[in-house]
C-alpha cells in the first residue's frame, strides 16, 4: 500500500502543488492534530486552513476533506461517536480521493469518508509543505495501515 500512497500523491501534485507553504502548513498540523487526538487545535486549523483554501477544483474537494475533518473532530471532542451533520464526498470528488470503492463493498461509507479526507489532508501537506515533509513523513506508516483497511475491495493482493 506504500506504493498505493505514494502514486495517489504523485496523482495529485498537479492539483496542489500551487498552494502557498504556509497553507500547506496549516494542513499538515490539521493533519497531526487529528491524529493526535488534539480536537480544539484541529477545529482551529481547518478552519484556518478553509479560509485560505479557494473553492475551486480540487481546492473544492480539498475543503470538503478539510469539512469532514472538522465535523469528527468536533462530534470527538464532544465524546460522540460520529458527527450528526457531515459532508460528503460526490462524483465530481473522485479525481481527489484515494479510494473509490462501489456502494456494494463500501460497507462504512462515513469512515471510508473519514479516511479519504485524512489522506487528502496528507498528499495536500506533502506537496505543498516541503518544511513538513519529513515530518509527515515520520506518519507514512499510519496512513499505509489505514489504507490496508481497503486492500481487498480495491482488489489488491
Known amino acids: 500500500m506504500e506504493t498505493f500512497l505514494k502514486d495517489y500523491i504523485e496523482r495529485l501534485r498537479p492539483a496542489f502543488s500551487t498552494l502557498p507553504e504556509e497553507t500547506g502548513h496549516t494542513l499538515a498540523s490539521a ?48 465524546a460522540q461517536v460520529r458527527p450528526e451533520s ?33 489522506l487528502l489532508l496528507y498528499a495536500a501537506a506533502v506537496i505543498s509543505s516541503p518544511d513538513d515533509e519529513q515530518a509527515l513523513e515520520e506518519h507514512r506508516k499510519y496512513l499505509v495501515k489505514m489504507l490496508d483497511n481497503y486492500k481487498r475491495a480495491l482488489g489488491i493482493q
Do not use: H, M, Q, W
Open 86 to 118: 457531515v459532508a460528503r464526498f460526490e462524483e465530481a470528488d473522485l479525481p481527489y480521493i484515494a479510494v473509490s470503492l462501489a456502494p456494494e463493498v463500501n460497507e462504512d461509507p462515513l469512515t471510508l469518508d473519514l479516511d479519504n479526507a485524512l
Open 31 to 78: 493533519f497531526f492534530s487529528f491524529k493526535f487526538e488534539l480536537y480544539p487545535k484541529t477545529l482551529r486549523e481547518c478552519a484556518t486552513a478553509l479560509a485560505k483554501v479557494p473553492g475551486n477544483g480540487g481546492n473544492a474537494t480539498l475543503r470538503k476533506a478539510l469539512s469532514i475533518v472538522n465535523a469528527y473532530a468536533d462530534a470527538y471532542g464532544n
